[in-house]
């Protein structure tokens, strides 16, 4: 298999080029930092590589080198390049000439220069130019390997130019910038001045800033409004499979069986995906303005405050992952340049409210608002998120101040921010929503599995020892789960949790998503209905909870991964300790404040 690879600049449309060729799903976003790994994949004859995007071949970033690397074993570079940022995008060619490897170049996004009118002069730019190029569309037909594996012949008979060997391949600098101004010029008129029309209004110091934090409410209030009917029917559905289970179960011969569906998987399984479709709606109103091109312009807006605590506006990109994930945000930080920038960066990550403490966070705000309207709810939620952002800000902070103060931390270590920014655009609802199912359903790939380890585990521990030939059945308080409860209630006492959530909170540090599915687990073996869960709590328990999961690092994956990442044992110990003392402290602080104003 003959190895070609996908180079081009950030947001040049390269991931989804490789997604279209090979049917595989890599991260497509429309701002810089998306792509911090290499994928791969099969298409054709080839072995079909999706490098992560550079603004030159001199690396300045992780990213960057990881890209430079990969690509002295290539046998082919197709380099991608946006036709609406031609005149910027040049350079990277000059770049991949001096490489003297087999290469040709893609244009894509020629569907919007189509759609202003203007027809790109292909001929005319190979013959000019001497480099073989293509349109997207001719690589997307079914010929579209047989076009490289022609260009790549060709070059290995004449590795100087491949389309005229008696020439050179030279890019003059001039002469192609003043073809391609010409060639911009013609757009100009069109998309290009709309978007800076709107833009004259989205990056306005004021209403910009107005703009973006009402589109963040709208991400989280329109998630958890859209998503309330899906959460009522998997429950229903998962009430409905429980019945038809335990009748075919029933008997004394399946006690054990029929105990562990009726006590610990379905409440565990019900507890679990019921806060799967707020995870889909979530993901897709966040690729939706992915797609339009709004979150370029909310990377800049950002960077007037990220300066204030020593990151720039590049730090969006893995910050807006977070939301989603800890994981792919702290491979993100790889291109980051600055590793000042690196370190404060992932000190905020674990604070951000990620997929994982979605359902935690819905439950207490369903114990703290159980009367209010969905709307007044997705508020409440909404709520999280900010505090989240400004819990992270505050360590970023402190962690920029003692930078500043080490004696190996130079004020030019900090990066700065440079960003093209793309036309607006329609985002395909298609592709966006099959990009939000992927990314739920690794949510439940990843979280499933542990669930359902950890429903077993309970299970287990709440119906043994066996006396007698039988199991303590409905006393487990008499079980090792029970022993267990009793033997950590002291240690959460102080934070108003009895010892069956103290479980729960110990459970929650291999994943937090098994925080609310355990809970259930334990209460569905002593009440046998989910719908009791929020009852269990009063509101004073619910906000110290709130805090404690607000500031806790728990996620062993994250864990492994910070230290995997470059941040180091010592680090990621210190911030594991710092975090969770803080955050144990908190809760202990706010659940006697609310207890004393509750009158209790």
């Given at each position: 298999m003959k190895k070609v690879v996908l180079l081009g600049m950030p947001n040049s449309g390269k991931s989804t080029l490789f997604n279209e060729l090979t049917g595989l799903h890599s991260r497509i976003v429309n701002y810089p930092g998306s792509t911090v790994d290499v994928m791969y994949g099969r298409w054709g004859p080839f072995d079909l590589w999706d490098l992560p995007g550079v603004y030159s071949l001199n690396p300045v970033t992780d990213d960057e080198r990881l890209a430079l690397s990969e690509l002295q074993n290539a046998q082919m570079i197709l380099v991608v390049i946006d036709l609406t940022q031609l005149h910027?995008?040049?350079?990277?060619?000059?770049e991949v000439i001096q490489l003297n490897r087999p290469f040709c170049v893609v244009f894509?996004?020629?569907?919007?220069v189509e759609q202003l009118g203007v027809s790109f002069p292909l001929d005319e730019w190979v013959k000019r130019f001497g480099i073989p190029a293509f349109f997207k569309k001719d690589l997307l037909r079914h010929d579209g390997p047989l076009l490289i594996q022609n260009v790549l012949s060709l070059s290995e008979?004449?590795?100087?130019?491949?389309?005229n060997p008696t020439k050179s391949v030279t890019l003059n600098p001039k002469a192609f910038q003043e073809w391609s101004d010409h060639f911009i010029k013609k757009m100009a008129a069109g998309t290009e001045r709309w978007s800076l029309r709107w833009d004259r209004l989205v990056l306005h110091p004021v209403w910009g800033l107005l703009i973006f934090f009402l589109s963040v409410w709208?991400?989280?209030?329109?998630?958890?409004?859209?998503?309330?009917?899906?959460?009522?029917?998997?429950?229903?559905i998962s009430d409905r499979l429980k019945e038809i289970l335990l009748a075919l179960l029933g008997g004394d011969g399946n006690t054990w069986v029929t105990l562990f569906f009726q006590q610990a998987f379905f409440p565990g399984l019900k507890g679990f995906l019921t806060f799967v479709p707020q995870i889909f709606f979530l993901f897709l109103v966040l690729h939706i303005y992915e797609g339009s091109g709004y979150l370029a312009r909310a990377s800049l807006i950002m960077d007037r405050i990220f300066r204030k605590f020593?990151?720039?506006?590049?730090?969006f990109v893995p910050l807006m992952s977070g939301y989603g994930c800890a994981i792919p945000a702290i491979l993100a930080t790889r291109s980051l340049a600055s590793q000042s920038e690196k370190t404060i960066v992932r000190w905020m990550l674990p604070l951000l409210t990620c997929s994982a403490r979605v359902p935690i966070f819905?439950?207490?705000?369903?114990?703290l608002f159980a009367s209010k309207s969905a709307f007044f709810k997705a508020a409440a939620l909404a709520v999280f998120y900010v505090l989240s952002f400004f819990v992270g800000m505050f360590a970023?902070?402190?962690?920029?101040k003692f930078l500043q103060k080490h004696k190996h931390s130079r004020k030019a270590d900090f990066s700065f921010l440079a960003i093209e920014l793309p036309w607006y655009r329609r985002p395909s609802i298609l592709v966006v929503a099959k990009t939000a199912l992927l990314k739920s359903w690794d949510f439940v790939r990843r979280a499933g599995p542990i669930i359902f380890v950890t429903c077993v585990i309970i299970f287990s521990l709440s119906v043994l020892p066996i006396r007698d030939g039988v199991t303590n059945g409905m006393a487990v308080h008499d079980s090792y789960l029970g022993r267990l409860a009793r033997f950590v209630e002291p240690m959460f006492q102080p934070m108003g949790v009895d010892g069956d959530m103290g479980i729960a909170l110990l459970a929650s540090f291999v994943a937090r998503e098994v925080f609310v599915s355990t809970l259930a687990s334990i209460k569905g073996v002593l009440e046998e209905d989910l719908a009791a869960l929020g009852q269990t709590l009063n509101p004073s328990q619910a906000l110290a909870l709130g805090v404690f999961f607000l500031v806790a690092l728990q996620c062993a994956s994250t864990i492994v991964m910070l230290i995997k990442e470059g941040h180091g044992w010592y680090s990621t110990v210190l911030q594991v300790l710092l975090y969770n003392l803080?955050?144990?402290?908190?809760?202990?602080?706010?659940y006697h404040i609310a207890e004393l104003f509750s009158g209790h």
């Amino acid at each position: 298999m003959k190895k070609v690879v996908l180079l081009g600049m950030p947001n040049s449309g390269k991931s989804t080029l490789f997604n279209e060729l090979t049917g595989l799903h890599s991260r497509i976003v429309n701002y810089p930092g998306s792509t911090v790994d290499v994928m791969y994949g099969r298409w054709g004859p080839f072995d079909l590589w999706d490098l992560p995007g550079v603004y030159s071949l001199n690396p300045v970033t992780d990213d960057e080198r990881l890209a430079l690397s990969e690509l002295q074993n290539a046998q082919m570079i197709l380099v991608v390049i946006d036709l609406t940022q031609l005149h910027r995008q040049a350079q990277l060619i000059q770049e991949v000439i001096q490489l003297n490897r087999p290469f040709c170049v893609v244009f894509t996004m020629s569907d919007l220069v189509e759609q202003l009118g203007v027809s790109f002069p292909l001929d005319e730019w190979v013959k000019r130019f001497g480099i073989p190029a293509f349109f997207k569309k001719d690589l997307l037909r079914h010929d579209g390997p047989l076009l490289i594996q022609n260009v790549l012949s060709l070059s290995e008979s004449h590795p100087i130019h491949p389309t005229n060997p008696t020439k050179s391949v030279t890019l003059n600098p001039k002469a192609f910038q003043e073809w391609s101004d010409h060639f911009i010029k013609k757009m100009a008129a069109g998309t290009e001045r709309w978007s800076l029309r709107w833009d004259r209004l989205v990056l306005h110091p004021v209403w910009g800033l107005l703009i973006f934090f009402l589109s963040v409410w709208i991400l989280f209030a329109t998630a958890f409004w859209l998503s309330q009917p899906f959460s009522s029917g998997i429950e229903q559905i998962s009430d409905r499979l429980k019945e038809i289970l335990l009748a075919l179960l029933g008997g004394d011969g399946n006690t054990w069986v029929t105990l562990f569906f009726q006590q610990a998987f379905f409440p565990g399984l019900k507890g679990f995906l019921t806060f799967v479709p707020q995870i889909f709606f979530l993901f897709l109103v966040l690729h939706i303005y992915e797609g339009s091109g709004y979150l370029a312009r909310a990377s800049l807006i950002m960077d007037r405050i990220f300066r204030k605590f020593g990151i720039s506006g590049r730090s969006f990109v893995p910050l807006m992952s977070g939301y989603g994930c800890a994981i792919p945000a702290i491979l993100a930080t790889r291109s980051l340049a600055s590793q000042s920038e690196k370190t404060i960066v992932r000190w905020m990550l674990p604070l951000l409210t990620c997929s994982a403490r979605v359902p935690i966070f819905v439950m207490i705000v369903e114990v703290l608002f159980a009367s209010k309207s969905a709307f007044f709810k997705a508020a409440a939620l909404a709520v999280f998120y900010v505090l989240s952002f400004f819990v992270g800000m505050f360590a970023g902070s402190v962690v920029h101040k003692f930078l500043q103060k080490h004696k190996h931390s130079r004020k030019a270590d900090f990066s700065f921010l440079a960003i093209e920014l793309p036309w607006y655009r329609r985002p395909s609802i298609l592709v966006v929503a099959k990009t939000a199912l992927l990314k739920s359903w690794d949510f439940v790939r990843r979280a499933g599995p542990i669930i359902f380890v950890t429903c077993v585990i309970i299970f287990s521990l709440s119906v043994l020892p066996i006396r007698d030939g039988v199991t303590n059945g409905m006393a487990v308080h008499d079980s090792y789960l029970g022993r267990l409860a009793r033997f950590v209630e002291p240690m959460f006492q102080p934070m108003g949790v009895d010892g069956d959530m103290g479980i729960a909170l110990l459970a929650s540090f291999v994943a937090r998503e098994v925080f609310v599915s355990t809970l259930a687990s334990i209460k569905g073996v002593l009440e046998e209905d989910l719908a009791a869960l929020g009852q269990t709590l009063n509101p004073s328990q619910a906000l110290a909870l709130g805090v404690f999961f607000l500031v806790a690092l728990q996620c062993a994956s994250t864990i492994v991964m910070l230290i995997k990442e470059g941040h180091g044992w010592y680090s990621t110990v210190l911030q594991v300790l710092l975090y969770n003392l803080s955050a144990y402290g908190l809760a202990v602080v706010v659940y006697h404040i609310a207890e004393l104003f509750s009158g209790h």
